[in-house]
């Protein structure tokens, strides 16, 4: 019996001593463990926008090319490439030799039908006379009816002569008023308000407006710009008329935060650009390049800050949630086959759990949160063991 007390005593020592050393190594591997660390990011606020990008052009909402409407050598330029100019103002003067010329011969052309016409007008008279008396000898029986006849003839052929006269006076005149005006086209007059932008010609250059009018200059409102934006087909059908649209221009980054301008949509042109002809291929445009549509908005340029001819990056808003309860799309993980999206909460207990997440609006970095998350909450995005790399890592 005492052999058999002193056995299970022993027994119950290892055991206790096996506990001990099983706790104790517990113990040392919790104290020893790897440590976690979180980076999370913070449930927040933030404006959800979708858009779509383009690159633009800025033109002048009006503008004029000033031409030649008459050949010859241009003899004043009144005008240099900045000129803020008014209606009317004199822009260039022509060489007026040819057309002066032309116009002083048919002065004196109309002076001479002048001439005819009033002599035509005393022949009429004449014959008048002549018919008068011929017919009252004829009633006296004085003279034979041949000479009233031929009395009657003379008198009807004057006044057809006179209607002559007096229609190609007409046909002169008219001439002469065309000649004029080509006289005063010599004088070229601003047909706007504006600033000259171009000037194509110099003092001295010869003009021929034979065939086409020759470009002189041209003559813009700058307080007004228009951007023709060129647009992808494959987002062309996204950009409605009325849409909001906002740009920046390469220059505008110099200085601080980029100036930015909004305007709306005007305008979305039903065709592509077209391009020159003759390029000698017969393969489709599609084919051969990336077709885009050109967009049309205005904006106010009141301060002169835009320029033509600068590019625009464009950004057409289609769809915006202001204030929006939103997450960066790199806490969150999409199942590609159901679509759902969860995301890992971090608790104040510092315990990481996933939760299943109801989405709105997603643009490029941001989604909106219509459920499953509260304003405050920590999402999980990376976990590292301490001293060592990242365990797991979502961008």
């Known amino acids: 019996m005492t052999k058999n007390r002193n056995s299970g005593r022993t027994l119950r020592r290892v055991a206790g001593v096996a506990l001990l050393l099983t706790a104790a190594g517990a113990a040392l591997w919790w104290t020893q463990r790897p440590r976690v660390d979180y980076a999370t990011t913070a ?80 022949q009429h008279v004449l014959a008048t006379h002549r018919l008068v008396r011929q017919r009252q000898m004829a009633r006296d029986g004085a003279t034979r009816d041949e000479d009233v006849q031929t009395a009657e003839a003379m008198l009807a052929s004057a006044a057809a002569k006179m209607d002559l006269l007096e229609a190609q006076r007409a046909q002169t005149q008219a001439t002469q008023r065309a000649e004029e005006a080509r006289l005063g086209y010599t004088r070229i007059y601003a047909p706007m308000d504006g600033t000259v932008i171009g000037v194509r010609a110099r003092e001295g250059q010869t003009l021929n407006a034979t065939y086409q009018t020759p470009d002189i200059l041209r003559i813009a409102d700058l307080s007004a710009m228009t951007v023709w934006t060129d647009v992808s087909e494959a987002d062309v059908g996204r950009v409605r008329p009325g849409m909001p649209v906002h740009f920046t221009t390469l220059g505008g980054h110099g200085q601080g935060a980029a100036r930015r301008w909004d305007g709306t949509v005007r305008q979305v042109l039903p065709a592509p650009p077209v391009t020159d002809a003759g390029t000698g291929t017969a393969a489709p445009a599609a084919a051969t390049k990336a077709v885009v549509y050109t967009v049309l908005f205005d904006v106010d340029n009141a301060d002169g800050a835009l320029m033509p001819q600068m590019t625009a990056q464009v950004v057409f808003v289609t769809g915006r949630v202001a204030a929006a309860l939103a997450v960066p799309l790199a806490a969150i993980t999409t199942d590609a086959d159901t679509g759902g999206a969860t995301a890992r909460v971090l608790g104040a207990d510092g315990r990481v759990q996933t939760r299943t997440l109801s989405l709105g609006l997603r643009s490029r970095h941001l989604a909106e949160v219509t459920g499953g998350l509260r304003e405050g909450e920590r999402l999980v995005t990376a976990e590292t063991a301490a001293g060592g790399g990242p365990s797991w890592l979502k961008w």
Do not use: F, M
Not at 61 to 86: F, M
Not at 94 to 118: F, H, K, N
């Open 43 to 122: 449930v927040g606020r933030h404006d959800v926008e979708v858009n779509v990008t383009a690159i633009g052009t800025l033109q002048p909402r009006k503008y004029v090319d000033v031409g030649a409407q008459v050949s010859g050598q241009i003899t004043r330029l009144h005008v240099e490439p900045g000129s803020e100019v008014v209606r009317g103002q004199l822009l260039v003067e022509i060489d007026p030799s040819v057309q002066q010329a032309t116009v002083d011969a048919g002065r004196a052309a109309l002076a001479g039908l002048a001439a005819q016409l009033a002599d035509q007008r005393a």
